[in-house]
C-alpha cells in the first residue's frame, strides 16, 4: 500500500504534464510513482485518415522532437506500402534528424536543466577577473560576463524575478563547493544557448520549411530539393553550432560533473536499456544504424539486438479498458477511460511498456551504452574521455546513474554534432555522382508497417495498419511512455519511478534531488 | 521622441544586438502592423520604455499541447525569449521554462493572480481538455480547467497561441476523444467575457506573438481598446490573418502561367513551381507566412518544397486532410466528398482545371465576405484564360 508523502506537480522544465509523488523516509526515497496527466488521442485521430496525412499530425505528439515523430511515422508508412526511399532521402533525413538532436540537447541542458545544478543566485557573488581565469581553466568560452552579472542584478533588484520567481535559491542540494564564478559562466552561457539551439533549428526550417513542426520528410522521401545556396548554408550553421557545442557545452559539462561526482551514485533505476538506433545507412537496414540498435539487460555490460515484436504494453494502472492490455502495438488498442487517480489503483494516462516482461529505460544513456559496447568509434572515444575525467576510467558501468544520464546526452551532442558535417559532404558527394532523386512514390493500398527509429528522448516507434487506402490502425510507443510509464501487471515499477528509489532527497518541501532525475530523462 | 536610453542599449550590446539590429527589428514589427516606416521611432521608443521600466506581468498556461508554441517562441531571435520574458514581460509562470516547480510554481501563479488582477497578460498554449470533466488534463491534482476559471477571469487579456489554443487544433479533430475545444469557445460557455487574441497555425509564428506584445501593450492599444477593432470575427489580428497565403505567395506566378509542381522532389519543384496540385492549402488559408517566414525569417513550408496544409485554418485537420490532396473524401467525422490518396489521379486533375476551380473558390470566399481590408482576389488573367482548355471564368 503506497503511502506518498511528497508531490511534484506540475513538474516543470520538461515537455508536457507530468506528476511525480514520492515516499520519502529520512531524507531518502523510498518509493515513487510517476503519472502522464494528459491524453490527447493521436492514435484515434489518425484512424481512417489517408497514410500521408499521418506524417504531417503524429509529429505534433511533441514540438520539441516533432522530427522524430515525422520520421517513425512516415517510416511506418513506407514499410507499410512498400517504399524504399532514394539516398539522397536518406541523407537530407539524417541531417534534419541530427540537427533536432543538436537542437533538443542544447535547450535541454542549459535552459531545461542547467537551473537544477547551478544556483542562479550565486552567479551575483562572482568576482569578474576570476570567471575569465576559470573559463580560460575549464577551456570554455568567454563572453562579456561582468555584462551578464549587471543583467542579472538588475533583474533581482527590480523586484520582478518573472521566470525566476519562487525558484529555489539557496537550496542546500546544490553544490556548497562550486564557485560563484562557475555559476555565472553557466548562466551567461545559459543566455548563449538560446541563441544556438535556435540555429540548429534553422537549418531545419532551410531543409523542412519550419520548425517546431516539419513538412518534407513525407512517406516516399523529401520534399526538399538541394540546391549549392542552400547547402551552404546548413553547413555554415551546422559548423558553427558544432564548435560551440565543443567549445562551451562540453567543456562547460566537464567543468560541472565533477561537483555532483555523488549523482554517479543514485539515479540509475532498473539498469535495463533500450535503443531502437537512429541515423540510417545506405542499407537502410535498423540493425545497421550509425547509433546502433540493441538492448542491455541489468549486470552485463553486453548488447543483444532489440526486436520490437518483444514489446507488450500493460494497463492495469493506467486509465485504458483492460482489453488494452498485454498486447504488442502492431496489435494495439486505444480505448481510454478516466477512472480516479490513485496510487494503488490506476494514475497515469500512460500505458506501461516492457520488453521481454523488462522495464527499459530509453535515451541517450541508452544509446550511448548500446554504442558503447558495439564499439562505435567516436562514441568510445568521448565516453572513455569523460569517464577519465570523472575518475571513473574503465568503468562505463559508473553511467547507470543520475549524473551518467546527464553526461550521456551531452557527449552524444558533441558525436552527432560532427556526423552532421560528415553527411553534408555525403549529400555534396551524392549530388555530383549524380544521385539526384529525392522521392519514390507509391501505389499500394494496404499494408503493415512500423517505424522504429530514436527520438533526442530515446525510444520510439510507430505502427501503422494500412487497408483499402486508409489507416485502419495506428498506434504509437514513445520514449516518455518507456521512460514515465507507470507499474505493470505484475507491480513492478516503471524506468523513472525505479530511478527515484533510493535517491536522496534532503528537503522534503523543496525535493530537488528528485526534479533532477525527472528531468535527467527530458521526458 | 522619447529620450534613448543608453543602458538600454549597452544590454542589446552585451547580446550582440547592435542598435542597427533592433531598429532593423522595430522596422519589420511596423511593417507587420502595416504600419509607416515613421512608427518605427515610436516603437523603438516604446520598446525601451518597457525594458527600463516596470515590466507587464504574464502567465503562460499549458492546455493539451505538445509544447510547440512555447518551442517556437524560443526560436525568436529579435527580440530573443530571453529579452521577452526577462526585459518586457515578467513571465511569472510558464511550465516549460521556469526555475520554480511544484507547489512552488503553483505559488507564483497564485500570487500574480492576486496581485495583478485584471493587469496581467495571460497567454493559453494547447486545447482545453474536456473530456472526463476535465481530467484528460490534470494540473496540481485536480482538472485543468481549474486553473483556466481562476486565471481567465482575472486578466486583462488572453493571447490564445496556436491552432489547439483557438478552436482545439489537431486534438478536436474527428473524433476528438478527450473533448478538447478552443480557449474562445470554452470561456464563453462559462461566461467569461476577458477579451481573447486569437493566434492559429500549428504551431504559432513567434514574430506574431512579439507582434502582439508590441501592438497590445506597448502601444496602449489594451488600454484603450484600440486592439479589439483590429481583430476580424474570429478574434483574429486582421494585419496578420488578413490575406491568404495565395496572395503573397513567392509562387505565384507560376500558378498563372500553369507551371506545377506535379511529383515532389521533381526538376519543377527545383525550379520552384506553384504546388497547387500537390494540393497546397494556400488559397484558403489566411497568414502572413509568405512574407514573415519562419524561424529568423530562414524559410517557410513552400519555400522548402511542400504545399501549405493550412494549419492556420480552423478546424484545420479534418478541413484539409487529405492533405496532398485537391479534396476532402468521406469518412471523418461525417465530412463528404470525394476521391482517395492518389497522387495520379491530382495530376490528371490539376493543369488548367485548378486554376479555372480556384478562381471560383476565390470569388465564393469574396462573396461570404472572408477577405478582410486587404486586397481582393485577383480574377483570372486574360493571357491564362487563353491558356486554359476548360478553365477560367469564361
Known amino acids: 500500500m503506497g503511502t506518498p508523502n511528497v508531490v511534484i506537480d506540475p513538474i516543470t522544465r520538461i515537455e508536457g504534464h507530468l506528476r511525480v509523488e514520492c515516499e520519502v523516509e529520512n531524507g531518502v526515497i523510498k518509493d515513487a510513482w510517476s503519472s502522464c496527466t494528459l491524453f490527447r488521442g493521436m492514435e484515434l485521430v489518425l484512424k481512417g485518415r489517408a497514410p500521408s496525412d499521418a506524417f504531417y499530425v503524429a509529429q505534433r505528439i511533441c514540438g520539441v522532437c516533432p522530427i522524430s515523430h515525422g520520421h517513425a511515422s512516415t517510416m511506418s508508412a513506407e514499410a507499410a506500402l512498400g517504399i524504399t526511399i532514394p539516398n539522397g532521402a536518406r541523407i537530407v533525413r539524417n541531417i534534419i534528424e541530427a540537427a533536432q538532436y543538436l537542437h533538443s540537447h542544447i535547450l535541454w541542458f542549459y535552459t531545461l536543466a542547467a537551473l537544477d545544478y547551478i544556483d542562479p543566485g550565486k552567479a551575483l557573488k562572482a568576482d569578474i577577473a576570476n570567471t575569465y581565469a576559470l573559463a580560460e581553466q575549464a577551456g570554455t568560452s568567454i563572453t562579456d560576463f561582468k555584462a551578464v552579472q549587471t543583467r542579472l542584478k538588475g533583474l533581482v533588484d527590480g523586484g520582478q524575478l518573472s521566470i525566476f520567481s519562487n525558484g529555489w535559491f539557496d537550496h542546500p542540494a546544490y553544490a556548497q563547493t562550486m564557485p560563484p564564478e562557475l555559476a555565472l559562466i553557466a548562466v551567461a552561457h545559459y543566455l548563449e544557448a538560446l541563441e544556438m539551439q535556435a540555429e540548429a533549428s534553422r537549418v531545419i526550417a532551410i531543409m523542412g520549411g519550419k520548425f517546431p513542426h516539419f513538412m518534407t520528410s513525407l512517406p516516399g522521401g523529401t520534399a526538399w530539393v538541394p540546391t549549392e545556396e542552400k547547402i551552404d548554408d546548413v553547413l555554415f550553421r551546422l559548423q558553427r553550432v558544432r564548435d560551440w557545442v565543443y567549445n562551451t557545452m562540453i567543456p562547460d559539462t566537464l567543468a560541472i560533473a565533477p561537483f555532483y561526482a555523488g549523482a554517479l551514485s543514485y539515479g540509475g533505476g532498473h539498469g535495463n536499456f533500450l535503443a531502437w538506433g537512429v541515423f540510417n545507412k545506405e542499407s537502410m537496414e535498423m540493425k545497421d544504424r550509425y547509433l546502433p540498435n540493441g538492448a542491455v539487460f541489468a549486470g552485463a555490460l553486453k548488447t543483444e539486438p532489440a526486436d520490437p ?57 541508452s544509446r550511448m551504452l548500446v554504442a558503447y559496447l558495439s564499439g562505435v568509434k567516436p562514441v568510445t572515444a568521448i565516453v572513455d574521455l569523460a569517464l577519465g575525467k570523472l575518475g571513473a576510467a574503465g568503468k562505463p558501468e559508473v553511467l547507470v546513474s543520475l549524473l551518467g544520464r ?19 559532404t555525403e549529400l555534396v558527394a551524392a549530388l555530383k555522382g549524380g544521385d539526384v532523386k529525392f522521392f519514390e512514390s507509391s501505389t499500394a493500398t494496404a499494408g503493415d508497417g512500423a517505424g522504429m527509429w ?49 535517491a536522496p532527497c534532503i528537503d522534503p518541501t523543496r525535493p530537488m534531488e528528485a526534479a533532477r532525475i525527472v528531468r535527467s530523462f527530458d521526458p | 521622441m522619447a529620450h534613448e536610453d543608453q543602458a538600454f542599449y549597452d544590454q542589446l550590446a552585451d547580446r550582440g544586438v547592435t542598435r542597427r539590429h533592433f531598429l532593423k527589428f522595430c522596422g519589420s514589427v511596423a511593417a507587420m502592423l502595416a504600419l509607416n516606416e515613421a512608427m518605427v521611432p515610436t516603437i523603438a521608443a516604446a520598446i525601451e520604455q518597457a525594458a527600463t521600466s516596470k515590466l507587464t506581468p504574464a502567465v503562460w498556461l499549458d492546455g493539451g499541447l505538445c509544447t510547440g508554441c512555447t518551442e517556437s517562441t524560443a526560436q525568436s531571435t529579435y527580440p530573443d525569449v530571453a529579452t521577452i520574458v526577462l526585459d518586457i514581460l515578467s513571465m511569472n509562470y510558464m511550465e516549460t521554462i521556469m526555475y520554480a516547480t511544484g507547489a512552488s510554481a503553483e505559488q507564483a501563479l497564485k500570487d500574480t493572480v492576486e496581485k495583478n488582477k485584471g493587469k496581467f497578460i495571460m497567454v493559453y498554449e494547447g486545447s482545453v481538455m474536456t473530456g472526463w470533466d476535465g481530467n484528460a488534463l490534470r494540473i496540481a491534482g485536480k482538472p485543468a480547467l481549474e486553473q483556466i476559471l481562476e486565471v481567465a477571469p482575472n486578466a486583462a487579456a488572453i493571447i490564445a497561441v496556436g491552432s ?83 496572395d503573397n505567395c513567392p509562387r505565384r506566378g507560376h500558378f498563372e502561367n500553369g507551371e506545377f509542381v506535379y511529383q515532389f522532389g521533381s526538376a519543377e519543384e527545383a525550379k520552384g513551381y506553384c504546388l497547387y496540385a500537390l494540393g497546397c492549402k494556400g488559397p484558403q488559408t489566411y497568414t502572413n507566412c509568405p512574407t514573415v517566414r519562419w524561424n529568423n525569417q530562414t524559410s517557410w513550408c513552400v519555400e522548402s518544397g511542400s504545399p501549405c496544409i493550412g494549419c492556420g485554418d480552423f478546424n484545420w485537420v479534418d478541413e484539409n486532410a487529405p492533405f496532398l490532396n485537391r479534396f476532402r473524401r468521406v469518412g471523418i467525422g461525417g465530412y463528404t466528398q470525394t476521391g482517395g490518396y492518389n497522387p495520379a489521379k491530382v495530376a490528371t486533375l490539376a493543369g488548367g482545371v485548378v486554376a479555372g476551380a480556384l478562381v471560383v473558390h476565390g470569388v465564393g470566399m469574396y462573396a461570404a465576405g472572408r477577405i478582410g481590408d486587404g486586397p481582393p482576389v485577383e480574377k483570372m488573367k486574360d493571357y491564362d484564360r487563353k491558356r486554359t482548355k476548360k478553365g477560367g471564368d469564361n
Open chain 1, 309 to 365: 515484436a518483444k514489446i507488450r504494453e500493460y494497463v492495469k494502472h493506467s486509465w485504458f479498458k483492460a482489453e488494452d492490455g498485454d498486447l504488442n502495438p502492431a496489435q494495439g488498442k486505444t480505448n481510454p477511460e478516466f477512472t480516479k487517480y490513485d496510487v494503488n489503483d490506476k494514475y497515469s494516462w500512460a500505458k506501461a511498456p516492457r520488453y521481454d516482461g523488462k522495464p527499459m529505460e530509453a535515451g541517450p544513456l
Open chain 1, 406 to 424: 546527464v553526461a550521456a546526452r551531452n557527449l552524444e551532442t558533441a558525436v552527432v554534432a560532427d556526423w552532421t558535417l560528415e553527411w553534408v
Open chain 1, 454 to 502: 530514436e527520438a533526442p528522448r530515446g525510444a520510439l516507434g510507430h505502427w501503422m495498419k494500412v487497408e483499402d487506402g486508409r489507416i485502419a490502425n495506428y498506434q504509437v510507443c514513445t520514449p516518455s511512455t518507456w521512460n514515465i510509464g507507470g507499474r505493470d501487471d505484475q507491480g513492478v515499477t516503471g524506468v523513472m519511478e525505479q530511478a527515484l528509489i533510493g
Open chain 2, 164 to 246: 489547439c489554443a483557438v478552436d482545439g487544433g489537431w486534438v478536436k479533430s474527428y473524433p476528438n476523444p478527450a473533448k478538447a475545444m478552443g480557449i474562445s469557445e470554452y470561456l464563453k460557455s462559462q461566461n467569461i467575457s476577458t477579451p481573447v487574441i486569437n493566434l492559429p497555425t500549428c504551431p504559432v509564428n513567434p514574430e506574431w506573438i512579439v507582434t502582439m506584445v508590441v501592438d497590445v501593450l506597448l502601444l496602449g492599444k489594451l488600454e484603450s481598446g484600440a486592439i479589439l477593432k483590429e481583430l476580424d470575427e474570429f478574434g483574429r489580428p486582421k494585419i496578420i490573418f488578413g490575406q491568404t497565403i495565395h
